[in-house]
């Protein structure tokens, strides 16, 4: 079973801008190589350095019981999904998903979560306040170090039940 981590952003740009910016940061960080553009991002993915598979979509409008927005009162317009690779240290994928999302959330505006399967919640950011997960597991000091934007700790849930 693949581990797969969801950032659902409500943003007034389209997928297609998204993923131009996360190139860009892609690009900069030197997760992805020339192969990888905005383009492919959201046309059919691409894999970072580590093999981490990434594709940005349009979401369609979804339901009404939608976890993230029974939960946080947001409606996702565009996704980005993080597939990690397989016989890779997921520890180091997921540095890089931080590596790629921190820098993203200064690049793209609007709320957006970023979780697991909606049951683990990494990240939030809600009327432009940025909230990371308490738990020390998923932010070590090193993944805390990459994040530049102001920030509290708070631990959001999902009830998916």
Known sequence: MAIEYDLDCATPVSAKEV????????????????????ERLVEEGAATRLGTWIRVVTERPP????????????????????????????????????????????????????????????LLRKDGELSLSEREDIWPPRRLALVAQPHRRQTHSMDVD
């Not at 892609?26 to 997760?31: I, S, V």
């Not at 998903?97 to 399967?117: K, N, T």
Request: aromatic share 10%; no cysteine; net charge negative.
């Open 19 to 38: 993923a131009a910016r996360l190139e860009e940061v892609g690009r900069e960080t030197g997760l992805f190589d020339a192969s990888v553009t905005g």
């Open 63 to 122: 339901q009404p019981w939608h976890p993230v927005v029974t939960a946080f009162g947001f409606t996702p317009t565009v996704t980005v999904g993080f597939r990690m690779a397989k016989g890779v240290e997921v520890a180091d994928q997921q540095d890089d998903m931080i590596r790629l999302v921190a820098p993203l959330l200064a690049r793209v505006e609007g709320d957006v979560v970023l979780h697991f399967q909606f049951e683990v919640v990494w």
